[in-house]
Structures are given as structure tokens and as C-alpha cells.
């Protein structure tokens, strides 16, 4: 008899002595086996969750470089509220997601729908449109700021062969926002338009062959067929853009520093200036908390939303 | 390296289900045991609590008189073959056989000879370099098997192994299965929900349902002599016939029957043991036949006609209303809307009373 | 397929001439601006002080290139960021596939509470950590240093849940089987499981390692040294204001070369960038 049948009974017997055995329960739950999460769980209490419990904690206190001081209540949070310039920044991140959010949607869905083909011209053009997604905001800023820079911009020189003046997407207090959006489209167009082409991947082909056989034309096919299977993902595209877009900094901070005059300021650089220009970290913080809450708002519509219809 | 396997009083429940309910069966050494039931019914959980895959709630199991419901099953000395085959898909064949043995330090130069020869065995050999996905279904099922029998354990376990087969490859793997146990000297448990299969590979069966086990016993048992009318129903194909009838009692010898159509039937059951009254009457097909003659005890009108080839059933309705599968010869005459005279075997039929006991025919009685 | 084309609005008909028409021009809209830099990299400085059009006649030139080769930090900025990222990427790798291990597969004391918490954890923005990390890294003295910059993205829960998610959709059969071979909780992890992750782990590794090369709020208020910059952060220094820069050809060429490699690794790894980006989205 070979030896591993050998010591595999001498384990057996063994544990027949009387030894308590551990319960053979191969699902039981047992402490060792969290061994394989503590990893992670270290990380993810020490940078995720203490830090953000010592930011609400923050936010009710005055705090600066040399220390936390003394415990303040709501006055940080009053303080903010009395700041024109957060109010202002609040005011155009909504702003922002205005622009940016229909457009991102819209356009996303008109070229998945166009690009939904399986030739080589639209895998040509796919992947083309989602390159822009790769790049860093610093590549993605440095463009568009050489595109929309007065003089030699390459808006600029276009608009010069007709003899006009380019718009002063940068310095015009009523353009810098939308020059921030238009670059921040051209950046993160291809998600949504992947998302929306994986969702139409996922129609299944017997649908519109019925649909053919019913006789519906393609306008018909397309309202009474094609909107209908995609509406989770326009609810999940939506909701996710506008996560991502109210959390505008970098594009903000490199084309127009927030300005002039603090008109394309968002929330995020309002904190950035406020917690690592002026080292109020306890007015940053209450900043901090109420992005939070308006970030924690999306998701949870999200969630909801996005529930509810798969009930049904 | 055979196991006598000893489960006593075995409970398992899943939250506030229990799946098995008091359950005590004993598996002789080489013995092959098929547990047969509808789907549901617990089998694989019991099987996989011999395993060790799951735990055992009351109740214990013991292999050669050691309990090993404490002990995580690579220490069980048992193997198993799971119904979606469970291969390790990145990992040749021959690495798939060998990675129980490489777990517990075998020798490399046992563990290639023992691979070679399950190789040879199972007619696989040239497969050894092979990854699964390269495999056809029978191909992956042989791997399956194996990786069970490199690992020369007291007990071989199968969670229905046939049933992802296509119907030919089942029948041929089933006769090799029936060969392979006597070339491996080992106790067999089969799980499945085919009664051809229980019938055709088991030394006995056990038949479950709702829990618990209805009957254990060889397969003519199990057929002949169905314990309840769950198993008389399960077992056997076409579905035993049940009709009801009264028994008038006061006789000597074979109780008479009486049909709802005022037939009367002699039967081989001992009358002494039958209390007067209301009972279910069991034939199987083979027992209730076509009287060419005319001469048989009942008539019935037919309503459907199934053509097997050797022989024919027909689905008939009797005078009554109820309805009696009989057989007949594969050229039968007999057409749909007939009236066709039926004889029935009076040795070969079941009583079973509302508390779903059953009575069966004795030798020695006439029918 | 079928499909695809009845789902498509640019089939036949004139209808679609319009559609394609509009799918050129907006990628013509996409295109041109890269281009733009392209062409004022490969001009001398001093012509395009003069007339930026002459970026539409030659003589072109790759001094501009040249010039990064021997000046720029650009070289000492693409160390770091592979270090960070490179490192992140591979942490990350570990920490999510032992836990995602841990959490579809073991059961532990309040396993499921915990993972629905590490979800919570997925709604949580940067920013609303971002001044307490910055405190609790000045007071271990993380800043300006390889670690500080990697261990923050460490706690992402995203990699957990993707990896969790892929565990469990591994038949549980295998396990099992591994079980009945002796094998023990982590051989079966290590040898069994693992193996079967490679796309999941190619899908989570190109997530993180791109948005780890290209995240710029973290490293900007952590890394503030200049030779302790990330591509991104050091790229964001050199342009604060150019438009009286005498450098514009060579910026350009910086950018174009700092935007090359990423663009050159999202061609060769096209589909599963694709995949790693939308399936984070979708979560
Ligand atoms: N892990 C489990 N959790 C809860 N219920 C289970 C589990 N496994 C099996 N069951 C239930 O136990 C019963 C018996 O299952 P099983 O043993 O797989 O039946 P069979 O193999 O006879 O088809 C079924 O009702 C099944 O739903
Ligand atoms: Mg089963």
C-alpha cells in the first residue's frame, strides 16, 4: 500500500483519539479564513474609512496647518454658506454637469447607434472616438488650451482665414465654462458611447427579425424596440456622468485657474484653494462634506432608478 | 481498500428546511449502491455529506467503523465524479489526476505509473497532454473518472455522471461503469434520478423521496416488490396502473379483488393479511395483456396507441372510467376505439391501503 | 449580423449618407486639435513665434524632440509614474484577488456585512478623504515618497468587487473537487482558482494602472517636489502659462510625448481597455 494512504489513516485515527477535531463543516464560518480579506480591509480602514470619518470630524472644527483647534460646531459650515465664492462654485459645477451630462449622453448614443456594425470602417471609428478617453487631463488641457489660446490658437487661425475673431472661450467670463465643457466632451465621449454599444449588442437579433416580419419600418423599430432595451443604460450613463462631472478640478484648474473672476470655479478647486492655498482645512472639509452629500444624492438615485426597472 | 459505510440518524437542514430527516443506512464493503429519487429529494446532499462537502447537522457517518464526520474530506480517503465533471480547466489531464496525489507528497514515480495505468484503463492515454476544453463530453467524463481512481480510494462517489451525456454515450458509458466495478474493488455510490441506470448498475437501491428513504433493496426487489406506492410508481416504465377496488375478505388463500366495473380478479396476495374494504390495486403493464381470444376477465375501449417496436401499450379506458395501460405483441391488430378484451395476471399485482402500505403476492397462491 | 445592422441608423437609404456625413465630421472635430499639437511640434520655435500658420507649409523638424532628450524632466516624471502605477497595479492585483477569494468563497464572522460596507465604500469621491489623508501622510511623513503615492489608491474597492464577482461565477464544483484532492484553502486559491482570473486580472490590471498613470488631485498636493512629480502633475507644471511662451514647438513636443505611450498601449490593448472601462462604469 503506497505511503500517503498510510499517513492519510494515521490522520484519521488520530483524530478518532478524541482530540477535538474542528467541525468538518467546509462552509462553516471561521475566523483564519478572514485571513485572506485582512489585507485589504487594512488598507481599505486606513485610507478610506478613518480618513473620511476624521474629515466630518474636521469639518467641525477649526483646523490649520499647525494643528486641530478647538471644536466649533456648524460654523465652518456657517462660514461657508456665507462665502459667495463657494456659492458660486456650487452654482457652476450644476452648471458644468448641464452642459456636459445631455451632451455626453446625446452625442454618446448617436454615434453607439451609428457604429453598431461589425465592419471594419466603424471598429476604425470606434476606437478613434474612445482614444481621447485615455489621455491624462494635463495632455487633454494642454490641447484644448492651444486650441482656444487668442492669437495663435488653432481656433484662432481658423477663424483668422475668414478675417473674424475667434471667441474668447478662455477670458470671457461667460465662455470659460463652456470652453472647459467642450474640452471635457471631446475627453470623455467614448464611455458613454461604449456603454450604450454594449447595451445594444445585448438586444437579442430575434427581436428586430420578428419586428421585420411585423413589418416595421425602421423608425418604428428603432422607437418601439431599440429605446426601450437601452433605457437602463441612458439612466446609467446619465447617472454616471454626472458623479463623474461633478467632480470637475483638473480641467478647471489648467485652462482657466477658476477664473476670470472666479466664474469656471467648481467645488473641487473651491476646496483644493481653501484646503491647500489657505490651509483652511476645516472650511475645505465642510466643503468636502457637502460635495459628499450631492455625490451620495446621484448615487443613490442610481441605485434606485436603476432598481426599480429591473423589477419590472 | 473497500469502505463499509454506517450512517445513523443523519438530519441536515438548510436554514429552517430540513432536506434530510433522520436518515440510517448501511453500505456493505464493494458493494455498488445507487440512490434514486426525483430531483430535489436530497439525494446529492447526502452523497456530498458522505463527501464531506457539507456538514452533517445530527446523526453520524463512519467508514470501517471510524466516525469521519468530523473530518474534512481530503482526509475521507473517498473520491468523487461531480455531474458537471469539475476538471481543472487550465491544467492537462494527466495534471488533473495527478493533483490530489502531488497534495499529499506521493512519489512522482508512483503518481506517473498510477496515471499511465488509469490511462490505459479508461482508454484515454493519448489524452494525457490535453487540456479539458479539448475534449469532447465523453472524452472529459473518462478524465473525470479518472482523476477518482488514480487516488485508489475506499469509496467512489457519482453525482449523476451520466447526465450531461447525449442518450448513445450514456447507454455505452453505463455498461462501462458496470464493467469498471469489477475491474476497481471498491464501494460504489451512484446518484441519479434514471431509473434505468439504478436498475442496470446497482448491487442495491436506495429510493428516496420527500426527505427520507422509501426502500432499500436490490433492483428485482425494488420492482417486484415496491414498498410503497411512491416507489411503484417511480420504478418501472410504463407507470405501474393503479385502480381502485374493494376486497370482500372471508376467503381462504388469494384474495379476490373487485374492479370498479364489477370485475372480479384472483389475486396471490394472502387474504389472511387484508382487512375487508377500500384499497388501490397496482398492475404494470406486462401483467394486464391483450386476450386475442376474447377470453379475458374485463374489457376496456382503446384510446391511444404507443408502437415500441417488440411489443405495444395501449391506453384503455375500462366500463368505469378508469384507466389501464396493457400490453401487447409489436404487430398487434388492436386500433384506436376498439373494444379489446383484457387478462390480468393475478400473481403479479399490488395492494396498497390509504396509509400507502403495500401487500404483494406470494409464491405458492394462485392468481 | 443581423443585429447590428437593423440596430445601426446608417444603413442604405440617404438618411444614412447624412449619418455618416455627421460621423466624420465630428471625428474630424475630435482629430484636429491633436493634430494641431502634432504639427507645432514638429516646427522651430522662433517660426511659430511669427506666424502659427506656417505650421501648414514645411520645413518641419524634430528638434523639438531632440531637445526633450537632453533638457527635460520628462524622462525622471515617466519613471515615476510607472513606479506608482506599476506598483499600485501590482498591489492592487494581490490585495483584490485575495479578497475577493476570501469573500465569495470562505465564510468568516460577518462576511457579508463587510462586504456590503467595502461596496458603501465605492460611492465614497476622493475628495471626501482628500484632507484627512494629506493630514495623517504629513504626520507619517508620506509625502514625497513612492509609498505615499501609492497607498492611497490601495483602499479602492473596486478591484474587491470586481474580483469578487469573478470568483463566484467559477463553478463551486471545482473547489470542491480540489477538496476531496487535500488540497488546502490556499492551494486551492493559488492552484486551482487563479489560474482561471487571468482575464479578470488583465481587466482590473489595464483599470488600474490607466487611472493610476493619469489621476492628478492626489499626486499634486502629495507629490509637491518636482522630481517627486507624476507625468501628469509634471506636465500640468511646465504649461501654467504659455501663451508668451518662446517653447511652444517644444511643449508640444512634450506633450506629444507624454501622450504617445499611453495612446500606443491603448492600441495594442484596445479590447480589454475597452472592456476594463466600461465594465468599472457598469459595476
Ligand atoms: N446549499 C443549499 N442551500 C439551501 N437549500 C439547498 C442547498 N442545497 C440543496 N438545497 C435544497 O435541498 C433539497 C435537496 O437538494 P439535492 O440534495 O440537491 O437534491 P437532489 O440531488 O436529490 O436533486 C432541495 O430542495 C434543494 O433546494
Ligand atoms: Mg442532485
Same mark, same amino acid.
Given at each position: 500500500?503506497?505511503?500517503?494512504?498510510?499517513?492519510?489513516?494515521?490522520?484519521?485515527s488520530?483524530s478518532?483519539?478524541?482530540?477535538?477535531?474542528p467541525?468538518?463543516?467546509?462552509?462553516?464560518?471561521?475566523?483564519?479564513?478572514?485571513?485572506?480579506?485582512?489585507?485589504?480591509?487594512?488598507?481599505?480602514?486606513?485610507?478610506?474609512?478613518?480618513?473620511?470619518?476624521?474629515?466630518?470630524?474636521?469639518?467641525?472644527?477649526?483646523?490649520?496647518?499647525?494643528?486641530?483647534?478647538?471644536?466649533?460646531?456648524?460654523?465652518?459650515?456657517?462660514?461657508?454658506?456665507?462665502?459667495?465664492?463657494?456659492?458660486?462654485?456650487?452654482?457652476?459645477?450644476?452648471?458644468?454637469?448641464?452642459?456636459?451630462?445631455?451632451?455626453?449622453?446625446?452625442?454618446?448614443?448617436f454615434?453607439?447607434?451609428?457604429?453598431n456594425?461589425?465592419?471594419?470602417?466603424?471598429?476604425?471609428?470606434?476606437?478613434?472616438?474612445?482614444?481621447?478617453s485615455?489621455?491624462?487631463?494635463?495632455?487633454?488641457?494642454?490641447?484644448?488650451?492651444?486650441?482656444?489660446?487668442?492669437?495663435?490658437?488653432?481656433?484662432?487661425?481658423?477663424?483668422?482665414?475668414?478675417?473674424?475673431?475667434?471667441?474668447?472661450?478662455?477670458?470671457?467670463?461667460?465662455?470659460?465654462?463652456?470652453?472647459?465643457?467642450?474640452?471635457?466632451?471631446?475627453?470623455?465621449?467614448?464611455?458613454?458611447?461604449?456603454?450604450?454599444?454594449?447595451?445594444?449588442?445585448?438586444?437579442?437579433?430575434?427581436?428586430?427579425?420578428?419586428?421585420?416580419?411585423?413589418?416595421?419600418?425602421?423608425?418604428?423599430?428603432?422607437?418601439?424596440?431599440?429605446?426601450?432595451?437601452?433605457?437602463?443604460?441612458?439612466?446609467?450613463?446619465?447617472?454616471?456622468?454626472?458623479?463623474?462631472?461633478?467632480?470637475?478640478?483638473g480641467?478647471?484648474?489648467?485652462?482657466?485657474?477658476?477664473?476670470?473672476?472666479?466664474?469656471?470655479?467648481?467645488?473641487?478647486?473651491?476646496?483644493?484653494?481653501?484646503?491647500?492655498?489657505?490651509?483652511?482645512?476645516?472650511?475645505?472639509?465642510?466643503?468636502?462634506?457637502?460635495?459628499?452629500?450631492?455625490?451620495?444624492?446621484?448615487?443613490?438615485?442610481?441605485?434606485?432608478?436603476?432598481?426599480?426597472?429591473?423589477?419590472? | 481498500?473497500?469502505?463499509?459505510i454506517?450512517?445513523?440518524?443523519?438530519?441536515?437542514?438548510?436554514?429552517?428546511?430540513?432536506?434530510?430527516?433522520?436518515?440510517?443506512?448501511?453500505?456493505?464493503?464493494?458493494?455498488?449502491?445507487?440512490?434514486?429519487?426525483?430531483?430535489?429529494?436530497?439525494?446529492?446532499?447526502?452523497?456530498r455529506?458522505?463527501?464531506?462537502?457539507?456538514?452533517?447537522?445530527?446523526?453520524?457517518?463512519?467508514?470501517?467503523?471510524?466516525?469521519?464526520?468530523?473530518?474534512?474530506?481530503?482526509?475521507?480517503?473517498?473520491?468523487?465524479?461531480?455531474?458537471?465533471?469539475?476538471?481543472?480547466?487550465?491544467?492537462?489531464?494527466?495534471?488533473?489526476?495527478?493533483?490530489?496525489?502531488?497534495?499529499?507528497?506521493?512519489?512522482?514515480?508512483?503518481?506517473?505509473?498510477?496515471?499511465?495505468?488509469?490511462g490505459?484503463?479508461?482508454?484515454?492515454?493519448?489524452?494525457?497532454?490535453?487540456?479539458?476544453?479539448?475534449?469532447?463530453?465523453?472524452?472529459?467524463?473518462r478524465?473525470?473518472?479518472?482523476?477518482?481512481?488514480?487516488?485508489?480510494?475506499?469509496?467512489?462517489?457519482?453525482?449523476?455522471?451520466?447526465?450531461?451525456?447525449?442518450?448513445?454515450?450514456?447507454?455505452?458509458?453505463?455498461?462501462?461503469?458496470?464493467?469498471?466495478?469489477?475491474?476497481?474493488?471498491?464501494?460504489?455510490?451512484?446518484?441519479?434520478?434514471?431509473?434505468?441506470?439504478?436498475?442496470?448498475?446497482?448491487?442495491?437501491?436506495?429510493?428516496?423521496?420527500?426527505?427520507?428513504?422509501?426502500?432499500?433493496?436490490?433492483?428485482?426487489?425494488?420492482?417486484?416488490?415496491?414498498?410503497?406506492?411512491?416507489?411503484?410508481?417511480?420504478?418501472?416504465?410504463? %407507470?405501474?396502473?393503479? @385502480?381502485? *377496488?374493494?376486497?370482500?375478505? #372471508?376467503?381462504?388463500?388469494?384474495?379476490?379483488?373487485? !374492479?370498479? $366495473? +364489477?370485475?372480479?380478479?384472483?389475486?396471490?396476495?394472502?387474504?389472511?393479511?387484508?382487512?375487508?374494504?377500500?384499497?388501490?390495486?397496482?398492475?404494470?403493464?406486462?401483467?394486464?395483456?391483450?386476450?386475442?381470444?376474447?377470453q379475458?376477465? %374485463?374489457?376496456?375501449? @382503446?384510446? *391511444?396507441?404507443?408502437?415500441? #417496436?417488440?411489443?405495444?401499450?395501449?391506453?384503455?379506458? !375500462?366500463? $368505469? +372510467?378508469?384507466?389501464?395501460v396493457?400490453?401487447?405483441?409489436?404487430?398487434?391488430?388492436?386500433?384506436?376505439?376498439?373494444?379489446?378484451?383484457?387478462?390480468?395476471?393475478?400473481?403479479?399485482?399490488?395492494?396498497?391501503?390509504?396509509?400507502?402500505?403495500?401487500?404483494?403476492?406470494?409464491?405458492g397462491?394462485?392468481? | 449580423?443581423?443585429?447590428?445592422?437593423?440596430?445601426?441608423?446608417?444603413?442604405?437609404?440617404?438618411?444614412?449618407?447624412?449619418?455618416?456625413?455627421?460621423?466624420?465630421?465630428?471625428?474630424?472635430?475630435?482629430?484636429?486639435?491633436?493634430?494641431?499639437?502634432?504639427?507645432?511640434?514638429?516646427?522651430?520655435?522662433?517660426?511659430?513665434?511669427?506666424?502659427?500658420?506656417?505650421?501648414?507649409y514645411?520645413?518641419?523638424?524634430?528638434?523639438?524632440?531632440?531637445?526633450?532628450?537632453?533638457?527635460?524632466?520628462?524622462?525622471?516624471?515617466?519613471?515615476?509614474?510607472?513606479?506608482?502605477?506599476?506598483?499600485?497595479?501590482?498591489?492592487?492585483?494581490?490585495?483584490?484577488?485575495?479578497?475577493?477569494?476570501?469573500?465569495?468563497?470562505?465564510n468568516?464572522?460577518?462576511?457579508?456585512?463587510?462586504?456590503?460596507?467595502?461596496?458603501?465604500?465605492?460611492?465614497?469621491?476622493?475628495?471626501?478623504?482628500?484632507?484627512?489623508?494629506?493630514?495623517?501622510?504629513?504626520?507619517?511623513?508620506?509625502?514625497?515618497?513612492?509609498?505615499?503615492l501609492?497607498?492611497?489608491?490601495?483602499?479602492?474597492p473596486?478591484?474587491?468587487?470586481?474580483?469578487?464577482?469573478?470568483?463566484?461565477?467559477?463553478?463551486?464544483?471545482?473547489?470542491?473537487?480540489?477538496?476531496?484532492?487535500?488540497?488546502?484553502?490556499?492551494?486551492?486559491?493559488?492552484?486551482?482558482?487563479?489560474?482561471?482570473?487571468?482575464?479578470?486580472?488583465?481587466?482590473?490590471?489595464?483599470?488600474?494602472?490607466?487611472?493610476?498613470?493619469?489621476?492628478?488631485?492626489?499626486?499634486?498636493?502629495?507629490?509637491?517636489?518636482?522630481?517627486?512629480?507624476?507625468?501628469?502633475?509634471?506636465?500640468?507644471?511646465?504649461?501654467?502659462?504659455?501663451?508668451?511662451?518662446?517653447?511652444?514647438g517644444?511643449?508640444?513636443?512634450?506633450?506629444?510625448?507624454?501622450?504617445?505611450?499611453?495612446?500606443?498601449?491603448?492600441?495594442?490593448?484596445?479590447?480589454?481597455?475597452?472592456?476594463?472601462?466600461?465594465?468599472?462604469?457598469?459595476?
Amino acid at each position: 500500500m503506497v505511503e500517503a494512504v498510510v499517513s492519510s489513516r494515521e490522520e484519521f485515527s488520530s483524530s478518532l483519539a478524541g482530540h477535538k477535531a474542528p467541525p468538518a463543516n467546509v462552509n462553516a464560518a471561521q475566523w483564519r479564513n478572514a485571513l485572506f480579506v485582512a489585507p485589504y480591509l487594512f488598507f481599505f480602514v486606513t485610507m478610506l474609512v478613518f480618513p473620511l470619518v476624521w474629515g466630518i470630524w474636521l469639518s467641525f472644527h477649526k483646523a490649520d496647518t499647525f494643528g486641530v483647534g478647538k471644536f466649533v460646531g456648524l460654523a465652518n459650515y456657517a462660514r461657508l454658506f456665507g462665502d459667495r465664492i463657494f456659492l458660486l462654485s456650487v452654482g457652476n459645477t450644476f452648471y458644468f454637469v448641464l452642459l456636459t451630462v445631455p451632451a455626453l449622453a446625446l452625442l454618446g448614443l448617436f454615434l453607439a447607434l451609428a457604429l453598431n456594425r461589425q465592419t471594419r470602417t466603424a471598429a476604425f471609428f470606434r476606437a478613434a472616438y474612445f482614444s481621447s478617453s485615455v489621455l491624462s487631463v494635463t495632455i487633454v488641457t494642454l490641447i484644448w488650451r492651444i486650441v482656444f489660446v487668442p492669437d495663435f490658437g488653432f481656433l484662432a487661425t481658423v477663424y483668422g482665414w475668414f478675417d473674424t475673431k475667434a471667441p474668447a472661450f478662455l477670458s470671457d467670463p461667460n465662455l470659460a465654462m463652456i470652453g472647459i465643457a467642450i474640452a471635457t466632451i471631446w475627453w470623455c465621449l467614448g464611455l458613454p458611447m461604449m456603454l450604450f454599444l454594449s447595451a445594444l449588442q445585448q438586444v437579442p437579433a430575434e427581436i428586430y427579425e420578428a419586428a421585420a416580419l411585423d413589418n416595421a419600418n425602421r423608425w418604428q423599430t428603432f422607437r418601439s424596440i431599440t429605446l426601450p432595451s437601452i433605457k437602463r443604460t441612458f439612466i446609467l450613463v446619465v447617472l454616471i456622468q454626472v458623479v463623474l462631472q461633478f467632480q470637475l478640478f483638473g480641467q478647471a484648474r489648467l485652462m482657466t485657474q477658476g477664473g476670470p473672476n472666479n466664474a469656471s470655479k467648481p467645488i473641487v478647486l473651491y476646496i483644493y484653494d481653501v484646503a491647500f492655498k489657505r490651509w483652511d482645512l476645516g472650511l475645505g472639509a465642510a466643503a468636502s462634506e457637502i460635495l459628499f452629500i450631492l455625490i451620495l444624492i446621484a448615487a443613490m438615485a442610481q441605485y434606485f432608478l436603476t432598481r426599480n426597472r429591473g423589477e419590472n | 481498500m473497500t469502505a463499509h459505510i454506517e450512517i445513523k440518524d443523519v438530519v441536515k437542514r438548510f436554514g429552517a428546511a430540513t432536506v434530510i430527516d433522520h436518515l440510517s443506512l448501511s453500505i456493505d464493503p464493494n458493494e455498488f449502491m445507487v440512490f434514486l429519487g426525483p430531483s430535489g429529494c436530497g439525494k446529492s446532499t447526502l452523497l456530498r455529506m458522505i463527501a464531506g462537502l457539507e456538514s452533517v447537522d445530527e446523526g453520524t457517518i463512519s467508514i470501517n467503523g471510524a466516525r469521519i464526520d468530523n473530518l474534512p474530506p481530503g482526509k475521507r480517503d473517498i473520491a468523487m465524479v461531480f455531474q458537471s465533471y469539475a476538471l481543472y480547466p487550465h491544467m492537462t489531464v494527466a495534471d488533473n489526476m495527478a493533483f490530489g496525489l502531488r497534495n499529499i507528497g506521493v512519489a512522482a514515480d508512483i503518481i506517473s505509473a498510477r496515471v499511465a495505468e488509469a490511462g490505459r484503463m479508461l482508454e484515454i492515454g493519448h489524452l494525457l497532454e490535453r487540456k479539458p476544453g479539448q475534449l469532447s463530453g465523453g472524452q472529459r467524463q473518462r478524465v473525470a473518472i479518472g482523476r477518482a481512481i488514480v487516488k485508489e480510494p475506499k469509496a467512489f462517489l457519482f453525482d449523476e455522471p451520466l447526465s450531461n451525456l447525449d442518450a448513445a454515450l450514456r447507454v455505452r458509458t453505463r455498461v462501462e461503469l458496470a464493467q469498471l466495478r469489477h475491474r476497481v474493488k471498491s464501494t460504489m455510490i451512484f446518484v441519479t434520478h434514471d431509473q434505468i441506470e439504478a436498475m442496470t448498475l446497482a448491487d442495491r437501491i436506495v429510493v428516496m423521496n420527500n426527505r427520507k428513504i422509501e426502500q432499500i433493496g436490490t433492483p428485482m426487489e425494488i420492482y417486484s416488490r415496491p414498498a410503497t406506492r411512491f416507489v411503484a410508481t417511480f420504478v418501472g416504465s410504463p %407507470t405501474m396502473n393503479f @385502480v381502485p *377496488v374493494r376486497v370482500a375478505g #372471508g376467503e381462504t388463500g388469494g384474495a379476490t379483488v373487485i !374492479l370498479g $366495473d +364489477g370485475t372480479h380478479v384472483k389475486t396471490a396476495i394472502p387474504t389472511m393479511k387484508l382487512k375487508a374494504g377500500n384499497f388501490t390495486l397496482g398492475i404494470r403493464a406486462e401483467a394486464v395483456r391483450v386476450a386475442i381470444d376474447g377470453q379475458g376477465v %374485463t374489457s376496456g375501449t @382503446v384510446d *391511444v396507441l404507443e408502437r415500441l #417496436g417488440d411489443r405495444t401499450l395501449i391506453y384503455t379506458k !375500462l366500463k $368505469d +372510467g378508469s384507466v389501464v395501460v396493457a400490453e401487447d405483441i409489436g404487430y398487434s391488430r388492436v386500433a384506436v376505439n376498439d373494444t379489446v378484451s383484457l387478462s390480468i395476471d393475478g400473481s403479479r399485482v399490488h395492494l396498497f391501503d390509504a396509509s400507502d402500505r403495500a401487500w404483494h403476492c406470494e409464491e405458492g397462491l394462485d392468481g | 449580423m443581423s443585429n447590428a445592422r437593423s440596430t445601426s441608423i446608417m444603413g442604405r437609404e440617404s438618411g444614412d449618407r447624412v449619418v455618416l456625413l455627421l460621423v466624420i465630421a465630428l471625428a474630424l472635430v475630435m482629430v484636429a486639435p491633436v493634430l494641431w499639437v502634432i504639427g507645432l511640434s514638429l516646427k522651430h520655435n522662433a517660426e511659430l513665434m511669427a506666424n502659427t500658420n506656417s505650421v501648414f507649409y514645411p520645413p518641419y523638424t524634430i528638434t523639438n524632440y531632440i531637445n526633450i532628450l537632453g533638457t527635460s524632466s520628462v524622462f525622471r516624471w515617466i519613471l515615476n509614474s510607472l513606479i506608482v502605477s506599476g506598483g499600485l497595479t501590482i498591489f492592487t492585483l494581490v490585495l483584490a484577488s485575495l479578497a475577493g477569494y476570501g469573500f465569495a468563497r470562505l465564510n468568516f464572522p460577518g462576511r457579508d456585512i463587510l462586504f456590503i460596507i467595502v461596496l458603501l465604500g465605492l460611492a465614497v469621491p476622493e475628495q471626501a478623504v482628500l484632507i484627512a489623508r494629506h493630514q495623517i501622510f504629513g504626520m507619517l511623513k508620506l509625502h514625497n515618497s513612492y509609498q505615499g503615492l501609492i497607498l492611497p489608491g490601495l483602499s479602492a474597492p473596486f478591484g474587491v468587487f470586481l474580483m469578487t464577482q469573478y470568483f463566484r461565477a467559477i463553478p463551486k464544483e471545482l473547489d470542491e473537487a480540489a477538496l476531496l484532492d487535500n488540497a488546502s484553502r490556499f492551494t486551492i486559491f493559488w492552484k486551482v482558482l487563479l489560474p482561471l482570473t487571468v482575464p479578470a486580472q488583465a481587466t482590473l490590471g489595464i483599470f488600474t494602472f490607466l487611472w493610476s498613470w493619469n489621476d492628478y488631485l492626489w499626486p499634486l498636493i502629495s507629490g509637491t517636489k518636482k522630481e517627486m512629480f507624476t507625468l501628469t502633475v509634471g506636465m500640468a507644471s511646465t504649461q501654467t502659462n504659455f501663451a508668451q511662451s518662446e517653447g511652444l514647438g517644444f511643449l508640444m513636443a512634450q506633450a506629444v510625448f507624454a501622450g504617445a505611450p499611453i495612446l500606443i498601449l491603448y492600441l495594442f490593448f484596445q479590447k480589454y481597455i475597452v472592456t476594463a472601462v466600461s465594465g468599472a462604469a457598469v459595476r
